[in-house]
């Protein structure tokens, strides 16, 4: 199960990455952004007043002037703990990364790419930092990617230090150049798994996890822009399924649907719906079906979707948009919390500030406010 997900995950990002431009559209940045620096102040209430607490740095990310990334550094409690360097080539080709732990001066990994006359990228390899009188820099395994008379990538292979392979995967494609599947298969050969994609026209709208026996682990479906993702994953007890575990969620509320299949006539079930600002938490235990349902406005994006079981409304999301199409704010409601979060933005259409408001004693009151200050290139 936690190999599925982890697979889904990764997939879902790679395939992003290569159909995207850069990271800047990856991060959903307009103009020529440069840096941006990322922080996080708390509210605290003194006279009868809320004032705002110190800011302190979350992430801080620079840009090269393509949009691609040159810094990442991430922080902690106003301090760093981890960072990775990229750097480039003249065509814009990543040619390597380094990782480094907290604010260490040496690197922990680094990435070196390679790639073909064609400029197409066709070995990752991985090298752990050691110093110059241990014999340096180590080789720790590598990533060879092969490709198909169309120059889509067919086959990748994990292989150690030692040139054993580890794990490959075989990529199949249809008539029109979208991935369909991907077969995984273990350090034997023998096959491990399988991802199936759907689309709508060319837009991903679904990947299925298999094992070998042709068992659904997992299904995702992508929600698009502010949409919901949707997740289900299945346990089983020899071919029997006996548990399902589905997941919808905006990047900001998660709702859990739990469902035990041991129990044919009625299976139990519980919803457990939590937030990730806060340790806020709910379950409900049900007896009917989840249901989500969507309201969109003329333009297609989703103003509101309310969590049924039954007649029983167990949490409702509203979004609120200008005229352009930018979310101004968020309003969440589960158990007896009453969350709202809106958004101010600068010229080029970034948000700037994303704040935070719980409802408490008929009023929102400040919690928090996330703070971007955003450099572009001149």
Do not use: C
């Not at 990543?94 to 732990?101: A, D, G, H, I, T």
């Not at 490959?168 to 029109?176: A, E, I, K």
């Not at 969620?249 to 937030?275: A, C």
């Not at 994006?301 to 999301?317: C, H, Q, W, Y």
């Amino acid at each position: 199960m936690k190999r599925s997900l982890f697979l889904i995950i990764f997939f879902f990002s790679a395939l992003f990455t290569l159909v995207l431009a850069s990271d800047l559209t990856v991060e959903g940045l307009k103009g020529s952004v440069e840096k941006v620096v990322t922080g996080r102040f708390t509210y605290r209430s003194e006279n009868g007043q809320w004032l705002a607490g110190e800011l302190e740095t979350r992430r801080i990310k620079v840009f090269s002037p393509l949009g691609d990334y040159q810094t990442v550094a991430l922080y902690m409690n106003g301090v760093q703990y981890s960072r990775h360097e990229y750097t480039y080539d003249e065509n814009g080709r990543k040619l390597e990364s380094r990782y480094y732990k907290n604010d260490a001066e040496n690197y922990t990994t680094r990435e070196i790419y390679t790639y073909d006359d064609r400029g197409r990228l066709i070995e990752e390899i991985t090298m752990e930092y050691w110093p110059v009188f241990l014999g340096g820099d180590r080789l720790s395994g590598k990533t060879v990617l092969a490709y198909d008379d169309r120059g889509y990538i067919s086959l990748k292979r994990l292989l150690n230090d030692q040139g054993v392979i580890l794990s490959s995967v075989r990529l199949t494609y249809d008539d029109g150049g979208r991935l369909i599947r991907e077969s995984h298969y273990g350090k034997d050969g023998k096959l491990e798994s399988i991802l199936l994609y759907k689309y709508e026209g060319d837009v991903l709208r679904g990947i299925h996890s298999l094992d070998s026996s042709n068992r659904i682990l997992e299904e995702v479906v992508a929600g698009g822009e502010n949409g919901l993702n949707d997740r289900t994953q299945y346990g089983y007890s020899g071919d029997r399924a006996v548990r399902s575990s589905r997941t919808l969620t905006d990047g900001y509320i998660s709702v859990n649907e739990i469902v035990d299949l041991t129990e044919i006539d009625q299976p139990g079930r519980r919803v457990e719906i939590s937030f990730t600002l806060e340790p806020l938490v709910v379950t409900f235990d049900t007896e009917e079906t989840l249901q989500a349902i969507l309201s969109r406005n003329t333009a297609g994006r989703i103003t509101g979707v309310d969590f049924k079981s039954g007649n029983d409304l167990l949490a409702g999301f509203k979004y609120y948009f200008d005229n352009a199409g930018r979310l101004l704010a968020r309003e969440y409601t589960f158990g007896e919390n009453s969350l709202r979060i809106d958004y101010r933005y600068d010229t080029a259409g970034n948000w700037i500030e994303e704040r935070y408001f719980r409802l408490e004693n008929q009023e929102y009151r400040p919690v928090s406010t996330l703070v971007r200050q955003i450099d572009y290139f001149e």
